[in-house]
């Protein structure tokens, strides 16, 4: 752990350090291009094409979706105590999701003109899943949950096949779960562009969501438009703001849980002095220590704290210099930062949260740790990454939903608003613009 004073004129140097240099180079920009527009131009040949020589040798149109009688058997295959885990994690979801849900609305304005909102699901979204280390059933939970409360009819996964076709058992059981029948054992920039232009074995989405590796948000970012997307999601982030009130063993179990993300994952400690810093990082090489024991004789698993040495993850500490007073330091270097995910461990973790203006999730208090809102908390844990809390919001129902604005004018109504209409009209020289309205006002 690296670990580092803290000033107030260092903030925007120290946060332009930590960002990891944008992962967006020609080669993979070029490669993703010519995926997507074979994909478009050729369907599914270009499709299945992609699918052998990136995943699946043995790929063909016939084996791309993945029967039912397979989902359902993933789902019978899984012990009772995790099936209750899904739907602990479903339902609280969508608890939390059914207090984004808007009703339209409809009034009469201020000249008798008749004005509303109307909201409407889209009728079909894909849900991208990844494979590999990334291969897990909250994925299908969280990105699954939103779309169903918002009223998206059709659901459909993309995920991306092993070496002998088969798809990630844990995958297919929370798909079964949830209710979705249609998965497709397709992945990377081919499965992005099959859901965005359509093939004729995978109809084109109306909204892509779900995280991805660097060709996966590549293609999301060159196909937006042509289909809307949740967002580009990078390497998971955390911040932990730790006053003297904290437990250093229990800011460095969510360090390490940080860790379980993978290659450039980011885990920050924000800590009241430096010596806290220095009990924290004593934890953290404790109870990693502790993790490969108990890995010890099982293998190293997907995420799990054996396979972490490799994986490139940053641990930084930062504490605050003497003088400088420690919630408005701290508070200046997260909304600079603009985590993901924010812990506060600090006594007064409510007054905090009021100097927070930029962050995916806070989680208030040190009982509270990031990894309750991964799975079972009720917020949804696809949120912003990069900096990008700074303007955009976690996924949500309003991701899956569209809205059309109402307009009813009447003769009477019409009278009264065409002469404001013409001025505007004529000094942008839209003649017809004025004389549509004028028709309307004179019968």
Not at 71 to 92: G, I, K, N, P
Not at 293 to 309: E, F, I, S
Not at 415 to 428: I, R
């Amino acid at each position: 752990m690296i670990v580092r004073p803290l000033r107030s004129s260092e903030i925007s140097a120290e946060v332009a350090r930590l960002r990891p240099p944008a992962d967006r180079s020609r080669a993979v920009a070029e490669t993703v291009a010519a995926i997507l527009t074979a994909v478009r131009l050729q369907g599914d040949p270009a499709l299945v094409a992609a699918t052998a020589r990136l995943d699946w040798p043995g790929a063909s149109v016939e084996g791309l979706r993945v029967p039912a009688a397979e989902l359902e058997a993933a789902l019978a295959s899984v012990d009772a105590d995790l099936r209750a885990a899904f739907a602990v994690t479903r339902d609280h979801v969508a608890w939390f999701h059914r207090h984004e849900v808007r009703g339209g609305w409809e009034e009469t304005g201020p000249m008798g003109q008749r004005l509303g909102i109307r909201y409407l699901a889209v009728r079909r979204a894909g849900l991208y899943v990844p494979g590999g280390l990334g291969s897990y059933a909250s994925t299908v939970i969280m990105n699954a949950v939103p779309a169903q409360v918002a009223g998206v009819e059709e659901l459909f996964i993309c995920t991306p096949p092993q070496r002998d076709g088969r798809v990630n058992q844990s995958v297919l059981a929370a798909a079964w779960f949830m209710g979705i029948t249609e998965v497709y054992g397709v992945g990377g920039a081919q499965a992005v562009a099959a859901m965005a232009y359509g093939t004729a074995t995978i109809p084109r989405a109306d909204v892509i969501c779900g995280p991805g590796n660097a060709y996966v948000m590549e293609a999301k970012r060159q196909v937006y438009g042509a289909v809307g997307i949740d967002g580009l999601a990078g390497p998971s982030e955390v911040i932990v703001v730790a006053d003297t009130s904290a437990r250093p063993e229990w800011v460095a179990a969510d360090l390490l849980a940080q860790e379980e993300h993978g290659s450039g994952a980011t885990a920050v400690l924000v800590a009241a002095s430096e010596g806290f810093c220095r009990a924290v990082a004593d934890a953290v090489e404790r109870l990693r220590r502790d993790g490969r024991a108990d890995l010890a004789g099982v293998g190293d698993t997907p995420g799990g704290v054996a396979a972490q040495a490799s994986r490139g993850v940053g641990l930084h500490a930062f504490f605050a210099v003497s003088g400088e007073e420690f919630a408005g330091l701290a508070a200046a270097f997260v909304n600079e930062y603009a985590p993901e995910h924010l812990e506060l461990h600090v006594a007064d973790a409510r007054a905090f949260v009021a100097r927070v203006s930029s962050a995916g999730a806070i989680f208030v208090g040190g009982g509270t740790p990031t990894a309750f809102g991964d799975y079972v908390a009720g917020s949804n844990h696809v949120l912003p990454t990069g900096g990008a809390a700074r303007f955009s919001s976690p996924l949500s129902v309003d991701t899956f939903m569209r809205a059309s604005s109402l307009v009813e004018i009447d003769g009477p109504v019409a009278a009264v608003l065409a002469a404001p209409l013409a001025h505007l009209a004529l000094s942008e020289g839209l003649v017809f613009h004025r004389r549509s309205a004028e028709l309307r006002s004179s019968g």
